[in-house]
T-cell receptor, first 113, second 111 residues
Framework: EPEVTQTPSHQVTQMGQEVILRCVPI?????FYWYRQILGQKVEFLVS????????KSEIFDDQFSVERPDGSNFTLKIRSTKLEDSAMYFC???????????FGPGTRLTVT | GNSVTQMEGPVTLSEEAFLTINCTYT??????LFWYVQYPGEGLQLLLK?????DKGSNKGFEATYRKETTSFHLEKGSVQVSDSAVYFC??????????FGTGTRLQVFP
């Protein structure tokens, strides 16, 4: 069964460093999402992406964040200058249509020290 | 804005016990409602969904009914198994396709 994959599973970085989280969505999906979950808190929407453009973003998704689909298979989330409060589990999701089920990856745990 | 509230966990049950996890929502219009499950070390998986009032979603023995009058979507299962131990998330999507999640409820089932 097709699945969404994410790498790395765990990333440790120092405050102020740039990180790139990678996702490979399901191959025929066209809509892509990033969510995050700070430990013990809700899963929060960050951004949705379709047709090489951001469709919607939350207030969390400020100028430090960017997304890209560089090669038609990967979907990346970049954080330019990480802060301690960026420590969280980051989930990628994809779907073939916006009203259909979103398929989630296993997540990348980001730890900022 | 739209939001989801679900009961605090953990919920601890013996095998074959009845399960209810409460979920209520606040939304404008007519949202779609979902239950996602996260098994240890895995991503979120859709368990069931309902897209309009009075719809019942069901899967793997789990059920939830979209109750507009009480703005609720409680998850139930008649007889839980050890393998049901996981974290369960209630979620909604409104006018846009972004999902809004509750905090998650951890279920622990003991033999």
């Amino acid at each position: 069964e097709p699945e969404v994959t994410q790498t790395p599973s765990h990333q440790v970085t120092q405050m102020g460093q740039e990180v790139i989280l990678r996702c490979v969505p399901i191959s025929n999906h066209l809509y892509f999402y990033w969510y995050r979950q700070i430990l013990g808190q809700k899963v929060e929407f960050l951004v949705s992406f379709y047709n090489n453009e951001i469709s919607e973003k939350s207030e969390i998704f400020d100028d430090q964040f960017s997304v890209e689909r560089p090669d038609g298979s990967n979907f990346t989330l970049k954080i330019r200058s990480t802060k301690l409060e960026d420590s969280a589990m980051y989930f990628c999701a994809s779907t073939s249509r916006p009203t259909y089920e979103q398929y989630f990856g296993p997540g990348t745990r980001l730890t900022v020290t | 804005g739209n939001s989801v509230t679900q009961m605090e966990g953990p919920v601890t049950l013996s095998e074959e016990a009845f399960l209810t996890i409460n979920c209520t929502y606040t939304a404008t219009g007519y949202p779609s409602l979902f239950w996602y499950v996260q098994y240890p070390g895995e991503g979120l998986q859709l368990l069931l969904k309902a897209t309009k009032a009075d719809d019942k979603g069901s899967n793997k023995g789990f059920e939830a009914t979209y109750r507009k009058e009480t703005t609720s979507f409680h998850l139930e299962k008649g007889s839980v198994q050890v393998s049901d131990s996981a974290v369960y998330f209630c979620a909604l999507s409104g006018i846009t396709d972004k999902l809004i999640f509750g905090t998650g409820t951890r279920l622990q089932v003991f033999p």
